[in-house]
């Protein structure tokens, strides 16, 4: 994780299932870092504010993400770093959390959000992003960092758990601020429009059968242009974005309902219990009665 790269150029708080660790690169020079193939992971995921300046990632799958002052980053534990690259001087912000161990975070998600929250989630959801999900810069991480910067050392660290929860609760409830976290100026303004309308549908009609061609047929769009501008716009293909908004769903019916499996696979557009048993595990890692006993 990108906290295993901080350490010794930063100051670091820790507390059962989180720790914050706060870099500024006048410590080091400009240029590359690389990392370790034994670098250990420390958590489940990893939130990452840059407050200023700028750097990049690159992973094993030869993929870069390149972030800037007031972007914010989301990181699996599947996530492969292999190298740094700080293109100026830069001040980050890194929380690693482990959600079931951190009691504090946990409470205050359950407060605000009666579904709950697990790290099988975080990681179905970040498996889409191939372990990395990003948003640009926004209003949110801003405040966050200004709020940050003016807090004591011992005040900062409950600060950043408040923040954790409402940044996840921000990210499963599909906050706008959460749509634009890729580069979206290709896609034409009546598009957008259009696929948001598209997206609104499908979370709305999930026990339906629904596929590009009826899709783009409703929405008097191509199929190629519907593929194209979503994954252009919401950073994933929409075959895959639909998958996950049925799985979800059931993952949520499974904590918060007495519903059968079978209902629950036909109330999300599967007609048999087989079939929703494998996506379901391919997404979660369990079968879907393993993880209404034990989530």
Same mark, same amino acid.
């Given at each position: 994780?990108?906290?295993?790269?901080?350490?010794?150029?930063?100051?670091?708080?820790?507390?059962?299932?989180?720790? %914050?660790?706060?870099?500024?690169?006048?410590?080091?020079?400009?240029?590359?870092?690389?990392?370790?193939?034994?670098?250990? %992971?420390?958590?489940?995921?990893?939130?990452?504010?840059?407050?200023?300046?700028?750097?990049?990632?690159?992973?094993?799958?030869?993929?870069?993400?390149?972030?800037?002052?007031?972007?914010?980053?989301? @990181?699996?534990?599947?996530?492969?770093?292999?190298?740094?690259?700080?293109?100026?001087?830069?001040?980050?912000?890194?929380?690693?959390?482990?959600?079931?161990?951190?009691?504090?975070?946990?409470?205050?998600?359950?407060?605000?959000?009666?579904?709950?929250?697990?790290?099988?989630? %975080?990681?179905?959801?970040?498996?889409?992003?191939?372990?990395?999900?990003?948003?640009?810069?926004?209003?949110?991480?801003?405040?966050?960092?200004?709020?940050?910067?003016?807090?004591?050392?011992?005040?900062?660290?409950?600060?950043?758990?408040?923040?954790?929860?409402?940044?996840?609760?921000?990210?499963?409830?599909?906050? $706008?601020?959460?749509?634009?976290?890729?580069?979206?100026?290709? %896609? $034409?303004?009546?598009?957008?429009?259009?696929?948001?309308?598209?997206?609104?549908?499908?979370?709305?009609?999930?026990?339906?059968?629904? +596929?590009?061609?009826? @899709?783009?047929?409703?929405?008097?769009?191509? $199929?190629?242009?519907?593929?194209?501008?979503?994954?252009?716009?919401?950073?994933?293909?929409?075959?895959?974005?639909?998958?996950?908004?049925?799985?979800?769903?059931?993952?949520? @019916? @499974?904590?918060?309902?007495?519903? +059968?499996?079978?209902?629950?696979?036909?109330?999300?557009?599967?007609?048999?219990?087989?079939?929703?048993?494998?996506?379901?595990?391919? +997404?979660?890692?369990?079968? $879907?009665?393993?993880?209404?006993?034990?989530?």
């Amino acid at each position: 994780m990108l906290s295993d790269f901080l350490k010794g150029e930063c100051s670091e708080f820790c507390a059962d299932g989180i720790s %914050v660790h706060e870099f500024l690169s006048d410590n080091v020079s400009v240029g590359r870092y690389c990392f370790e193939k034994k670098t250990a %992971v420390l958590h489940k995921a990893e939130l990452v504010f840059c407050y200023e300046g700028s750097f990049s990632l690159h992973c094993e799958k030869n993929k870069d993400f390149s972030v800037s002052a007031g972007d914010v980053i989301l @990181l699996s534990e599947d996530f492969k770093l292999e190298e740094v690259y700080i293109r100026e001087k830069a001040r980050l912000c890194c929380i690693g959390v482990d959600i079931e161990v951190c009691r504090p975070l946990l409470r205050i998600y359950n407060a605000i959000n009666k579904n709950g929250i697990s790290s099988r989630e %975080v990681k179905a959801f970040l498996d889409v992003y191939n372990g990395c999900f990003q948003i640009k810069g926004s209003s949110w991480s801003q405040s966050f960092l200004n709020i940050l910067m003016s807090l004591s050392k011992n005040e900062q660290l409950p600060y950043c758990i408040l923040k954790t929860a409402e940044f996840f609760h921000l990210l499963f409830t599909k906050h $706008p601020m959460f749509n634009g976290n890729v580069k979206s100026a290709a %896609v $034409p303004a009546y598009a957008v429009e259009c696929l948001n309308s598209v997206r609104e549908y499908v979370e709305t009609h999930l026990d339906e059968k629904m +596929t590009i061609t009826s @899709l783009s047929q409703k929405f008097n769009m191509s $199929p190629t242009a519907l593929k194209k501008w979503f994954r252009e716009l919401y950073g994933y293909p929409i075959h895959t974005w639909m998958l996950l908004c049925r799985v979800q769903m059931a993952a949520k @019916l @499974l904590r918060s309902t007495n519903m +059968t499996i079978l209902q629950i696979s036909q109330s999300i557009g599967y007609e048999s219990t087989s079939q929703f048993n494998v996506i379901f595990r391919r +997404t979660y890692g369990v079968t $879907p009665s393993f993880y209404r006993k034990n989530v």
